[in-house]
């Protein structure tokens, strides 16, 4: 009989034990909410806050919006925002904060490096992540995590597509940033997908630090190109663009891809003094003088004193995309509750990213029709992109 006690308190321990092992490895985190919280993580101040920003004004934008007209059947949104200054070590502690504080669902990182960290830790938690910026496809590599701009693959191969479409009798360079995953992403899919005449003729230039001060060597290696690729972000590339103003140059176009977003905005650099032509390759126009985007600039000019550009438009459409999912999710009979926990919000939301068509403000309008996007198995967005002028050829 003592034996059979023994064998019994035994298993009840073990049992208890396990109960609360899966319990804690499952905390719900969510249990006191009383709005559905979306937390994103991205630069508020320092030198990239202009996207930063940008993202957690359109993103309280849309949540605003969507509890103004009754929010999720009554359950209202709130926005959460952690400033990682653009630094991977600080995201550790502002995603446990935002994670325990109850946090369900995220706009990830605004940046590359951040956010690749911000995926590894997500990942850990089955928190799903829809990032409005943060384009290197490593970034969505496990299930949880997904992209509303355009993957570092999409962004090289289109921009190598267009060069050797339109630009072939060109002398092509390329400036890219050696330190950086963003960077260094774009340029090794568009070295890949440049045809084979214009790759044997390629200068390149590359550069190792974020904080660069002196591109004068990178301005000598290329100021005999007359289409120069810029797959960085807008300080490096205004830097450059001033200091080759200094050199007798060959250049005609400067063109970039979602980096350069905001470059017309730098405090003490004067875009209108570059004689050169700055283009980018965008999934957003902010000069756009109708269809949704153009109502969406209107109401983000009235609220904000300010231009949106498309960090800002992808992230107003990441929360608009997230509420669309929720909603069709309920829909389907499926638990959507303002405390129901991140794992659950996670395999909710997957299911639904998984099959529908989203149309947003961001792709492209034409002809009266603004086109709409899906996502693949992979979490990489498929939707139609645009060139955007931000200064014109003198």
Not at 32 to 41: A, Y
Not at 54 to 69: L, Y
Request: hydrophobic share 40%; glycine share 8%; net charge negative.
């Amino acid at each position: 009989m003592k034996t059979f006690t023994k064998v019994v308190c035994l298993v009840c321990a073990l049992v208890l034990c396990a109960v609360a092992f899966f319990s804690c490895s499952g905390k719900n985190y969510a249990k006191g909410n009383t709005e559905i919280v979306i937390g994103m993580s991205g630069p508020l101040t320092g030198g990239a806050a202009i996207y930063g920003v940008a993202v957690k004004q359109a993103a309280e934008m849309a949540v605003e919006e969507i509890n103004a007209k009754g929010g999720l059947d009554g359950i209202n949104f709130k926005l959460v925002a952690y400033d990682d200054q653009h630094d991977p070590s600080r995201v550790a502690a502002g995603y446990a904060s935002l994670y325990e504080g109850g946090m369900q669902i995220s706009l990830g990182c605004v940046t590359t490096k951040p956010c690749l960290e911000f995926a590894k830790l997500s990942a850990e938690d089955n928190v799903f992540f829809i990032t409005p910026s943060a384009s290197s496809d490593s970034v969505p590599t496990s299930a949880n995590g997904y992209q509303m701009c355009f993957a570092d693959s999409n962004q090289g191969t289109a921009a190598a597509q267009q060069i050797n479409a339109n630009y072939a009798d060109k002398t092509i360079g390329v400036l890219y940033n050696s330190s950086d995953a963003y960077s260094t992403g774009i340029y090794n899919k568009f070295k890949a997908a440049l045809n084979d005449t214009i790759k044997a003729g390629l200068k390149e230039a590359s550069f190792d630090s974020d904080d660069v001060t002196d591109l004068s060597s990178q301005v000598q290696l290329l100021k005999d190109c007359q289409f120069v690729f810029m797959p960085i972000y807008y300080t490096p590339a205004s830097l450059f663009m001033k200091q080759a103003k200094n050199v007798a140059n060959s250049i005609e176009i400067y063109y970039g891809c979602d980096g350069l977003d905001g470059i017309d905005a730098i405090d003490g650099f004067d875009i209108t003094t570059i004689p050169q032509e700055v283009s980018m390759l965008t999934h957003f126009n902010s000069s756009a003088t109708e269809g949704p985007a153009k109502t969406f600039i209107d109401a983000y000019k009235a609220k904000f004193g300010e231009t949106p550009n498309q960090f800002a438009a992808s992230s107003y459409d990441s929360v608009y995309a997230i509420f669309q999912a929720l909603k069709a999710a309920k829909a389907d009979g499926k638990k959507v509750e303002v405390n129901t926990s991140a794992d659950d919000f996670c395999e909710i939301l997957k299911e639904q990213f998984a099959k529908m068509t989203f149309t947003g403000v961001t792709g492209e309008y034409k002809n009266g029709v603004q086109s709409s996007m899906t996502w693949d198995a992979n979490g990489f967005v498929n939707k139609t992109a645009t060139v955007a002028v931000i200064k014109a050829h003198d």
